[in-house]
């Protein structure tokens, strides 16, 4: 395991040829100001080229919202309270993720005769939010929001697998993001972090506590956002840190979901966080 650990941890301060970063994030191409039982919006993802499914962290229930008509078209329960974090739609099955790694998957979500099932992954944190499809490898990733529990491990953030062909969780990390690398590679690209209290109470730089993460669907790239820091990190797949991007706080009072349609449109949700929930809509830069 440290061996696998140092390896991933490594590459991610690696130097890498990068795509261009093609979104102006203080500029969303739509803006919505989302309805107050979506104060605590958390897992977010694509359905189509109109709508996303989303769900609120404290019901099991799952929000149809039509982001060009700006309005809730549906919603379906699938339990009565709990502490939803992740979602993601596979084209045909939704998943969603409950921090305790409760993984609630339902088939065929879109048609008539569908049904779910939960079931419990042997995560090895104690809060998991981050769920995203990853269609190269037809599996689901994980992000740990929490640290690992050894105190040896405490800088690493991993980001875990799910394989759908044999419905397997992978504890072993496909990824892993050093708290200190990160810090050091935002130096290099001249991020400048928020001071956040940790747990102790005391200042960091960066705590990086992944919320929400997405794959690119042309550059293939894996985008993270801690909510937390403010922050967006992007990676690729050999786990090198190529971007890392700031979320303005009048804009982003507390940035929980990404995703990211077909032809690489973006969609951030923010929770209320005392102000209002929002919904934003980018468009790439320079073409699609």
């Known amino acids: 395991m440290k061996i696998l650990i140092f390896a991933l941890s490594f590459l991610s ?121 990853d269609p190269k490898y037809n599996r689901i990733l994980i992000a740990a929001k929490s640290k690992p529990n050894e105190k040896e491990l405490k800088s690493e953030r991993y980001i875990y697998a799910y394989d759908l062909s044999k419905s397997q969780f992978n504890p072993k990390p496909v990824y892993s993001i050093n708290i200190d690398q990160l810090t050091t590679k935002a130096m290099d690209l001249n991020f400048k972090p928020i001071k956040a209290d940790n747990a102790k109470g005391k200042k960091n730089l960066i705590n990086f506590r992944p919320a929400s993460l997405s794959v690119h669907p042309s550059t293939d790239e894996i985008y993270i956002i801690s909510a937390v820091d403010r922050m967006l990190v992007v990676m690729n797949r050999k786990g090198e840190i190529t971007h890392i991007k700031a979320l303005p706080p009048d804009l982003y009072a507390k940035a929980e979901g990404i995703t990211f349609l077909g032809d690489g449109t973006m969609i951030i949700t923010n929770e209320a966080a005392g102000k209002t929930p929002t919904l934003y809509v980018f468009e790439m830069t320079g073409g699609k």
């Open 13 to 133: 301060i690696t130097a890498t040829a990068q795509q261009a970063f093609r979104y102006d994030l203080e500029k969303p191409d739509i803006r919505h100001q989302l309805p107050a039982i979506l104060n605590e919006i958390s897992g977010l993802t694509d359905l189509d080229s109109n709508s996303v499914a989303c769900v609120q962290d404290e019901l099991g229930t799952i929000f149809i919202y039509d982001f060009k008509k700006g309005e809730i078209t549906s919603r379906h329960t699938f339990d009565i309270t709990g502490d939803f974090e992740g979602l993601t739609f596979t084209g045909k099955d939704l998943f969603i993720l409950r921090s305790d790694g409760r993984l609630t998957e339902w088939k065929n979500f879109l048609k008539p005769k569908n049904s779910y099932h939960h079931s419990n992954l042997p995560v090895v944190t104690n809060n998991n939010e981050g769920l995203c499809y």
